[in-house]
Structure formats: structure tokens, C-alpha cells
């Protein structure tokens, strides 16, 4: 006990003697964590300070023109700059210099129109068969309409498909009105006459958890911040790599093996010390997300009444981190070998584990590497906590995946130690 | 003290013996010298006694105890190893706290044992400096104190006095002096045979893994034609030709 005491006190002092490390290592995550929720909140938000400029080439000039241009001002997520030329619109998006270029064809609002009564007259005229004959006249073809999209070719796909989306409903949207606007017509000589509810009949409404009966609504906040604490925990490997690489090269670690003391022990002091960096790296970045945010103008931290089962996960996702940092610094040989593969490996990690794209858009073979990512374990409990408003009792599965992460990656590295010095 | 049989050590994917069918016994409180060129076995034989390696075969057996008995060897014996094995960052008492710590000791008694081997090795005003701060010579004194805080039976040596200056040394030999009539068994490697012959009181010259000729320097001296001292002897012994082979 004496030993491990000691070693722990050692591995203190060493940590302490480099501030710029100790500074790095705390002051990274939380610049990574406000860097990351300011992005990604404005990309939530609706309402956004800063609109995106797009060209639009109207050559229809019309009413669906006008439709299509006053919907897309009023979404206030787009600034609109006309343009006279396809030609002039195409080579600036191409260019880089605009993100989207919308061109609307020529009589687009007209041949809706006609297109439109074509149809309602051929569905009317189904039912008024044996009152008038009219003679049948040979019915104008009106090619069908393509609004062109034009995209930089840097543009995310998630945007593209947004606004791809958005456009489509927007002319879904026009479509039916014109066609309920032509029966209108046909039907009734009185065009303020209610006939048709033009409102959708089938909408949605989003049911979230209740805690209490407050509804939780995840925000940005609520899912940035255990994700990105998470993967800032993990790079604690790069550092405790180095440290027993380090140890390996300065030959304390020889005169450690000549000592009577295990490396369970020199490990334990290491641990000890990692886990509480961990944790402290925790407790500011909830701190941040609870007391900075909202002077940000970013969405406040939820933690009330979870404190005790976020610190609970957050302990045994440092220990999973801290097991493989002391079997990467066990295995590896030079810092130069051990620091890029523990960066690496971590986002890799980050990866698998839903940091970034949602586990369960992943193909399939990635979703099952992604069981076994100790980060997606982490970030599960995490979001059972934050989100899903867990016990303690329902993160206990988790909790002890990642605690057996870390004993047999402990165990591998004492194994693994074992033999790589029975020359 | 330390009985060797027939020991025996081939590294992995090394053709050659590095330590080869050696037989050898030290008795207490022997001041024992270990010379020879480099790359005659000199670290490997310590290593093997200090179960840093496992023997290919032959056994060894320190006070009664083998490497089957790891932690009470290691609480017997005490290495000073031939590279500085302390941590930069730490100062010289951090350091010496730390490994004290590793052999069980604590509180007042390893504040005591710290100063006192500071004191007499001369290094009290470097006490809390970084050991990255220090000299060469200064750093070999530390290396020693950091190994011999137990007070070991047998303390093992591999080149104590490399790249120190003739005050430094001086001071290292003197203090080993001390600990070998304070009970301790001291077996040491060095290159510098003058100080072999003066300070060991029974040395082996060792050249490709084997005894070559063993005894106390002034036995081997006279037994030697032409041989004035320890150097002529190893000279006669080993030859002129360099040692480089990895
Ligand atoms: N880890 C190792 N793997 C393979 N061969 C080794 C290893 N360590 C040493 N050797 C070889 O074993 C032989 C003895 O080396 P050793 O270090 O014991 O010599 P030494 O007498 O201590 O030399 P020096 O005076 O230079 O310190 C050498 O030929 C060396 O190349
Ligand atoms: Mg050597």
C-alpha cells in the first residue's frame, strides 16, 4: 500500500513539473468543447444570426417564382441574390464564392397552371360526360418542369440534402395549391368561397421525455458535451503513453524491475493519477457547459439532479481510456510510435463510437465494430444520462463493459510486460 | 555470499554466448572486480544475477536465495545500474524518496538514510534540485544513493565511476569503501584497472562469457611475465584487437 502511495505521489510530481503539458491537457478539451458546441449550435438553430447568401436565376417571374423566393427569405436561413444570368449564377457556385445556386425555368408559374387545368378539366370532364359533349380538342403537351440546383462541389452532403429537401417540399407544397386553386375555379364562380381546407390535415408533433413534468429537450449542449468530453478523456492515452515510454528510456523502468515491486503497482500509481486528471478535465467541462455557455449565448448544460451518474460514468470511462494508454505505452517501444497511433487510434475510436455520425447510420459491419468501441459504451451511458434520464441501475451494463475494458487491458499490459522482458 | 554454476546466457537471435558455462563463487564482504573488454559479459552476468534476464542455463544462488525467490533477492541485493536510471524532472531527494519508498522504507528512518548519503557523498546543496540540473558526477552519486538506501547485502556495481572526474570518484570509492566495512559484498565492473587494483580485493577478467584468469590483482600481477600492473595483465590476456561487434 506503502508502494502504491509512493508511486502515486511520484507520478504527481512528474505531472506537476510540466505545466505546459498539465495546461494542455485541460485547457485543449474545454477550447475543443466551446469550439465544437458554437459550430454545431448554429447549425441547430433555426433562427441563426448569420444567414447563408445563395444565388436564385428567376426566369419564370411568375407566381410560383414569387412563392418559391418569398418562402425561402422568410425561412431566414438563406439570403437571396438574384441573378439574370444561369451562366453568370453556375460559374460563381462552381467557383466556390456561393453555395447554392437555385435556377427557376422559363413560364414556370404559367404551364403549372395549364398543366394543372389540363389535368382537372380531364378529371371533370369525367363527370360531366353526358351533359355537354365538347369537342374534344387536341390537348397541348407541356413538358414537364426542372428547377436546377447548382452546388459547390465543397458543399457537405447533410447541407445538400437539406436544402435538396426543403425545395422539394416547397414545390410539393405549390403543386397542391395550384391543383386545389384550378378545381376551386372550375367548381365555383365565387373565388372567396371556402371549399377546400388547404391546411395540412396530417401534421406531427415531437413527444419528448419527461423528468418530473419538465420535458427534456435535448439541446446542442446536451449532446456535445458528454460527447466531446468523452473523446478529450480518451486522449488522456497520449500522455500516459508517453509517460511509460518515457520510463522505459530514461532506464528508470529497469531500476524499477530490480526493485521489490510489481508492475501492477507502478501502474496503480499511474492510473490513480490519470483517473483524477480525468476527472478534473470532467468537472471543468461540465463546468463550462453549466456556467459559460449561457454568457456564450449557447444552450445551458442540463446537469440538476444527475451529477452523481454522470461523475459514475465518467470515472469508469477514464478508467477503459487509462487501461489502453498503459497497454499502448506497455507495447510501444518510442514516443514517436506511441503519440501519433494514440491520436490516431482515439479518433478512430471517437468514430466508432458515434462522436460524429450517429451509430446507427453506420453500415452494418461499422455498427458491430462499434459495439466494441469502449467509446461508444461511454458515450451510450452518457446520453442515458443526459438524455434518457437513466438510474444508476440502468447504466450499470455499461459501467461494467468499461470497467472490464480496463482490467483486461491492465491485465494484457502486466502479461504482455511479463514476457517481453524474459530475455 | 554468491555461488555461480555453469551459468550460461544466449540472448534471443544472438549467435554467440554472452555469458557462457560460468563458474564462479564470491565470498562475504569481498570486494570483487569484474574487468574486461567490452562486450565480454561484464552487464549480462550482473543482469543474470540481479534476475534482470533469465539464465539459458547453469544456476546461481546470492545468500541461499535464486531468482525463484524474486522479492527477497531483490530486498538483499541493490544495483546501481551502468546507464543513470532517475528521473530528470525529480529532484535529487523526490528521487531518492521514491525508490527508498520501493524497498519498504518510510517516514523518519528514509529521511535519515537520504541526508546521510547525501551528506557524505557531498551532495546536501543539491539535495532538492532537479536531477536534470546536474553534472555527470553528480548524477552517478545519486544513481549510487538510490541504490543502496536498503543497505543490501550485496550491492552490485556496473561502472560507478564512468565519466566522473578524480574528485568524484574519489568520494564514490570512498563511500564504497564504507558500506563494504559497514558488511556489504561488492561486485563491480569498471575499464579503470588502476582503480581495480587498488580498491578490489579479488578481480576476474572475463573475455567472450568465460573467466579467463581470476585472483587478487597482485597474485595476477606477479603471476603475469613482464606485467607491471592490472593493465598489462589484461592487455597479455585479451589482446590488442577492438571489441565492436553488435
Ligand atoms: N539485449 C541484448 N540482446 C542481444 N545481445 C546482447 C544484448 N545485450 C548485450 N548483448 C550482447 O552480449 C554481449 C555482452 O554484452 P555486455 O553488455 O554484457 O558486455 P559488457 O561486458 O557489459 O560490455 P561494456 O564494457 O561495453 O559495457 C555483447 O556481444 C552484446 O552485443
Ligand atoms: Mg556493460
Known amino acids: 500500500m506503502h508502494k502504491l502511495w509512493a508511486s502515486t505521489y511520484k507520478e504527481f510530481l512528474l505531472l506537476t513539473r510540466d505545466i505546459g503539458g498539465i495546461a494542455i491537457l485541460f485547457i485543449m478539451p474545454i477550447v475543443l468543447i466551446i469550439t465544437i458546441t458554437i459550430i454545431q449550435d448554429s447549425s441547430f438553430k433555426t433562427i441563426s444570426d448569420t444567414k447563408i447568401p445563395i444565388l436564385l436565376v428567376n426566369n419564370d417571374n411568375g407566381r410560383v417564382s414569387e412563392t418559391i423566393i418569398s418562402s425561402l427569405t422568410a425561412s ?54 353526358e351533359e355537354e359533349e365538347k369537342e374534344i380538342q387536341p390537348e397541348e403537351t407541356i413538358l414537364s418542369k426542372e428547377v436546377r440546383l447548382y452546388f459547390d462541389p465543397a458543399t457537405q452532403l447533410t447541407f445538400k440534402s437539406s436544402v435538396k429537401n426543403g425545395i422539394d417540399k416547397m414545390i410539393s407544397k405549390i403543386e397542391t395549391q395550384s391543383i386545389y386553386k384550378a378545381f376551386h375555379e372550375q367548381v365555383s364562380e365565387d373565388d372567396t368561397e371556402v371549399i377546400f381546407e388547404t391546411d395540412n390535415f396530417i401534421s406531427f408533433k415531437e413527444i419528448v421525455p419527461k423528468q418530473g ?48 515491486v510489481s508492475y501492477a503497482i507502478v501502474l496503480g500509481g499511474k492510473t490513480t493519477v490519470y483517473l483524477a486528471v480525468c476527472l478534473i478535465q470532467f468537472t471543468l467541462m461540465l463546468a463550462i457547459g453549466v456556467f459559460l455557455f449561457p454568457k456564450l449565448g449557447l444552450p445551458t448544460l442540463d446537469v440538476s439532479g ?59 459491419f461499422m455498427q458491430l465494430l462499434s ?53 | 555470499m554468491i555461488k555461480i554454476e555453469q551459468l550460461s546466457k ?20 569481498e570486494i570483487f572486480g569484474l574487468l574486461g573488454p567490452n562486450g565480454a559479459g561484464k552487464t549480462t552476468l550482473i543482469s543474470l544475477l540481479c534476475s534482470l534476464i533469465k539464465p539459458t542455463s547453469g544456476s546461481f544462488t546470492i545468500d541461499g536465495l535464486t531468482y525463484k525467490n524474486p522479492n527477497q533477492l531483490k530486498q ?145 600481477i606477479s603471476n603475469q611475465k613482464n606485467a607491471n600492473n592490472l593493465e598489462d595483465v589484461f592487455l597479455a590476456l585479451t589482446g590488442k584487437a577492438l571489441r565492436d561487434h553488435a
Open chain 2, 10 to 29: 544466449k540472448y534471443k537471435g544472438a549467435e554467440a554466448y554472452s555469458v557462457s558455462d560460468l563458474d564462479l563463487f564470491i565470498d562475504e564482504k
Open chain 2, 76 to 220: 538483499l541485493i541493490g544495483i546501481v545500474p551502468q546507464e543513470y536510471a532517475l528521473y530528470p524532472a525529480l529532484t535529487a531527494n523526490e528521487n531518492l524518496t521514491y525508490f527508498g519508498s520501493m524497498y519498504g522504507l518510510k517516514g523518519q528512518l528514509l529521511k535519515s538514510k537520504i541526508s546521510q548519503a547525501i551528506e557524505i557523498l557531498g551532495l546536501s546543496k543539491f539535495a532538492n534540485k532537479k536531477v536534470s540540473t546536474f553534472s555527470g558526477g553528480m548524477k552517478r552519486r545519486i544513481n549510487l544513493i538510490a541504490s543502496i538506501l536498503h543497505e543490501p547485502k550485496v550491492l552490485f556495481l556496473d561502472e560507478p565511476t564512468v565519466g566522473v572526474d578524480v574528485q568524484s570518484k574519489n568520494v564514490i570509492i570512498k563511500y564504497l569503501q564504507l558500506l563494504n566495512k559497514k558488511g556489504a559484498t561488492i561486485i563491480y565492473t569498471s575499464h579503470h584497472l588502476n582503480e581495480a587494483e587498488d580498491f578490489c580485493t579479488r578481480v576476474a577478467i572475463i573475455d567472450h562469457g568465460k573467466i579467463i584468469s581470476q585472483g587478487q590483482p597482485q597474485e595476477l
Open chain 1, 76 to 129: 431566414n436561413t438563406f439570403q437571396v441574390i438574384q441573378k439574370d444570368k444561369e451562366q453568370e449564377a453556375r460559374d460563381l457556385v462552381f467557383k466556390g464564392n456561393y453555395q447554392l445556386a437555385i435556377i427557376i425555368p422559363e413560364k414556370l408559374s404559367s404551364d403549372l397552371d395549364k398543366k394543372v387545368n389540363q389535368n382537372v378539366e380531364g378529371i371533370l370532364s369525367k363527370f360531366r360526360l
Open chain 1, 306 to 364: 444527475r451529477i452523481f451518474n454522470l461523475f459514475i460514468v465518467a470515472f469508469f470511462a477514464g478508467l477503459a481510456a487509462i487501461g489502453l494508454g498503459l497497454l499502448l505505452g506497455t507495447v510501444a517501444k518510442t514516443q514517436e510510435q506511441s503519440a501519433p497511433f494514440g491520436a490516431t487510434f482515439v479518433v478512430i475510436l471517437a468514430a466508432l463510437g458515434g462522436v460524429w455520425v450517429p451509430v446507427f447510420v453506420m453500415p452494418k
Open chain 1, 213 to 260: 413534468d419538465k420535458e427534456i429537450i435535448p439541446n446542442s449542449a446536451q449532446h456535445n458535451v458528454p460527447a466531446w468530453t468523452l473523446f478529450a478523456i480518451f486522449f488522456i492515452i497520449v500522455p500516459l503513453s508517453i509517460n511509460i515510454v518515457k520510463e522505459k528510456n530514461q532506464g528508470t523502468f529497469v531500476r524499477l524491475r530490480t526493485n521489490p
Open chain 1, 371 to 423: 459495439n466494441i468501441s469502449p467509446m461508444n459504451w461511454g458515450l451510450n451511458a452518457f446520453y442515458d444520462v443526459f438524455l434518457r434520464n437513466a438510474s444508476f441501475i440502468e447504466l450499470v451494463p455499461e459501467i461494467i463493459l468499461l470497467l472490464l475494458f480496463f482490467i483486461i487491458t491492465a491485465l494484457i499490459s502486466i502479461v504482455y510486460n511479463e514476457k517481453k522482458n524474459a530475455v
